[in-house]
């Protein structure tokens, strides 16, 4: 949407191409925490912007390179995102797994107990959403502590999350790992190779995103003018994806 907008203002043609019935990528997920309202009053601003500048949007269009030469673009940018990791564990297949989008997206039914594996800014704000839900929640943190991988997250932020995270009792194990899904819970690993059991209805995944490159690749080497922005290129955030988008327009 900022390529499609800063591109837009600079004078060029637009087309936004977007497979599903929606515009967001993942600030739709992002924003459904009520502590995240910031979020969606960034997503409501963009889709006015795409609108008032007068971008040809599609939705349910799947981009080939029969769509590109048939429109005869000039430029292409590649901005698909990123899907969920999953990470390779026994049991990891069982139904009551589910990711951080699906749960927040409504996808898949969390029952009364729940397993966040991952301590990242999604995890942990995903953890205090289903809290606030009166759902009892252990976040599971390979690391020694949340939210200090490789995505940088303010000082501020970060310490208000972790307010929020011991004013709603949610449990966190740092140091930790799953290493094999049950019937009932999962078994996990502390740094110290001691084993655990811990028991639950439901086990969230939030390990990290992977960059969905499947389009990147069968255009790479067909289209002169491609460009990567975004989770696609790299695994950042909000700010990131936008500096990205700004950048490359503004080069053209």
């Given at each position: 949407?900022?390529?499609?907008?800063?591109?837009?203002?600079?004078?060029?043609?637009?087309?936004?191409?977007?497979?599903?019935?929606?515009?967001?990528?993942?600030?739709?997920?992002?924003?459904?925490?009520?502590?995240?309202?910031?979020?969606?009053?960034?997503?409501?601003?963009?889709k006015s912007e795409i609108q008032d500048l007068g971008v040809e949007v599609r939705f349910g269009c799947e981009v080939t390179s029969d769509l590109i030469h048939g429109e005869k673009?000039?430029?292409?940018?590649?901005?698909?995102?990123?899907?969920?990791?999953?990470?390779?564990?026994?049991?990891?297949?069982?139904?009551?797994?589910?990711?951080?989008?699906?749960?927040?997206?409504?996808?898949?039914?969390?029952?009364?107990?729940?397993?966040?594996?991952?301590?990242?800014?999604?995890?942990?704000?995903?953890?205090?959403?289903?809290?606030?839900?009166?759902?009892?929640?252990?976040?599971?943190?390979?690391?020694?502590?949340?939210?200090?991988?490789?995505?940088?997250?303010?000082?501020?932020?970060?310490?208000?999350?972790?307010?929020?995270?011991?004013?709603?009792?949610?449990?966190?194990?740092?140091?930790?790992?799953?290493?094999?899904?049950?019937?009932?819970?999962?078994?996990?690993?502390?740094?110290?190779?001691?084993?655990?059991?811990?028991?639950?209805?439901?086990?969230?995944?939030?390990?990290?995103?992977?960059?969905?490159?499947?389009?990147?690749?069968?255009?790479?080497?067909?289209?002169?003018?491609?460009?990567?922005?975004?989770?696609?290129?790299?695994?950042?955030?909000?700010?990131?994806?936008?500096?990205?988008?700004?950048?490359?327009?503004?080069?053209?």
């Open positions: 949407m900022e390529a499609a907008r800063a591109a837009a203002l600079r004078g060029h043609g637009v087309i936004l191409c977007e497979k599903t019935k929606s515009l967001g990528g993942h600030l739709i997920p992002g924003g459904v925490p009520p502590f995240k309202k910031d979020i969606r009053a960034l997503l409501d601003w963009y673009a000039d430029v292409v940018i590649i901005a698909t995102g990123a899907k969920p990791i999953v990470p390779s564990i026994p049991g990891i297949e069982k139904e009551w797994v589910t990711t951080a989008p699906e749960v927040l997206l409504g996808k898949k039914k969390v029952g009364g107990k729940v397993i966040v594996v991952g301590g990242g800014l999604i995890g942990c704000e995903t953890a205090i959403w289903l809290a606030e839900q009166k759902k009892t929640v252990t976040v599971v943190e390979m690391l020694d502590d949340l939210m200090i991988g490789s995505i940088p997250v303010p000082h501020a932020n970060r310490q208000m999350v972790l307010d929020m995270l011991k004013f709603h009792h949610v449990t966190v194990m740092t140091g930790t790992r799953l290493v094999e899904v049950t019937d009932g819970g999962g078994h996990l690993m502390s740094a110290d190779l001691r084993k655990t059991t811990l028991n639950a209805d439901t086990l969230v995944l939030s390990v990290g995103l992977i960059s969905d490159r499947q389009l990147y690749e069968t255009l790479a080497g067909k289209i002169p003018n491609l460009y990567l922005i975004g989770d696609v290129r790299e695994t950042r955030n909000i700010m990131g994806a936008i500096w990205d988008a700004y950048e490359v327009v503004r080069t053209l």
